[in-house]
């Protein structure tokens, strides 16, 4: 490989649409319109293809319990929860996606790519240890930030998640552990109701946990502040071996389960801060990995967008300027509570 294809990889794979939700927001459409946007964008020439694998019980246990990896394999079709439903395929087609995110994580450390992208479902950063929840079956960021710690000693990961909803799963998943830091901003009060300021980690994780809930109406310009005095700050003291993406798009202002304004621009504003994290602290490795995103035209729109940008094809339209956000006082909040842990924030 050379040029940009040895930079960005994508994976992406028909089988995941065998996840069938029937009349369901998280629908096999969502990814049936980024699969066409990046063949009429003709992203695949450009980037390097990162094939999908059935991940082994062995490694989804790195997360999760044997005990609901077997209920899930034995339920077939149904109801997981009141939002949570399953097809006959859904256990395997949920195994596909941990294993593709495993792939693209070890591409990444084998350094065939240095920015990776998975593009599957189902989504995971709801799903717990023992349960799934909020259309999650199996938590794939948490099981690729588990195989990274076993699999290539890394003991410095930082997940940054910037989905709608607060990702309980993956905070819980590490909020006792200092090898990963977990950072969201999240819609409150909102789905699933967790993900608030004073959630900061117990134990050795004390001070690895960083909320930002926020409410309902914050646009680019509040996003972009909360990375420029928040999230960047926290992530070049910390200095992370990679960066994990949980990447929902369900924040953009037409989603039907949001009440965001953030636009497509907005997620490549995103995307390009921490990719520029990622140069600056470790070799530009860092994976985004799909989560929410329920409007078909903002989801296709935002991750070409996104895309764009991580191809470097696409620069910042967003000139240097004050920032009038109507979450000031939040993010001085945030700054405060966690000052004792990452100095002169």
């Known amino acids: 490989m050379g040029g940009i294809s040895s930079k960005c990889g994508i994976l992406a794979d028909g089988r995941y649409l065998d996840h069938e939700t029937g009349p369901h927001v998280e629908t096999p459409q969502r990814l049936k319109v980024i699969y066409e946007m990046l063949q009429s ?20 246990a790195l997360n999760h319990t044997t005990s609901y990896i ?70 794939n960021i948490a099981v690729a930030a588990r195989h990274l710690i076993k699999k290539h000693s890394l003991n410095k990961i930082a997940i940054l998640d910037w989905d709608l909803h607060h990702g309980n799963g993956t905070q819980h998943a590490f909020y006792a552990e200092k090898e990963v830091l977990y950072m969201s901003i999240h819609q409150c009060p909102c789905y699933p109701g967790t993900g608030q300021l004073e959630e ?18 914050v646009g680019d ?14 992530l070049e003291k910390y200095s992370p071996h990679i960066i994990l993406v949980s990447a929902g798009f369900d924040t953009h202002y037409d989603d ?51 895309l764009l940008r991580a191809l470097e094809e696409k620069k910042s339209p967003l000139e240097e300027k004050a920032h009038l956000s109507n979450i000031v006082h939040l993010i001085e909040k945030a700054k405060n509570l966690h000052s004792k842990f990452w100095r002169d924030l």
Request: hydrophobic share 40%.
């Open 70 to 139: 077997q209920q899930l394999k034995n339920m077939g079709a149904g109801y997981l929860d009141a939002d949570t439903i399953l097809s006959e395929k859904s256990y395997d087609v949920a195994r596909l996606a941990v294993g593709g995110c495993l792939n693209v994580v070890d591409d990444i450390m084998a350094g065939k790519i240095s920015r990776g992208f998975a593009f599957v479902r189902p989504p995971g950063h709801h799903a717990e240890r023992d349960r799934g929840m909020g259309f999650c079956l199996f938590n």
């Open 221 to 234: 310009e509040g996003y972009i502040e909360a990375f420029d005095k928040l999230f960047l700050p926290i």
């Open 256 to 306: 039907p389960l949001g009440g965001m304004k953030v636009t497509a621009e907005g997620f490549a504003e995103m995307g390009q801060a921490l990719i520029n994290i990622a140069n600056q602290n470790c070799n530009g490795k860092i994976a985004f990995f799909l989560e929410g995103g329920y409007s078909l035209s903002a989801l296709s729109e935002s991750v070409k967008e996104l």
């Open 200 to 217: 900061i980690g117990e134990e050795e994780g004390e001070g690895f946990n960083v909320n930002l809930p926020i409410p309902a109406g």
């Open 41 to 60: 964008e003709k992203i695949h020439e450009r980037t390097a293809s990162i094939a999908a694998r059935y991940a082994s019980e062995e490694e989804i």
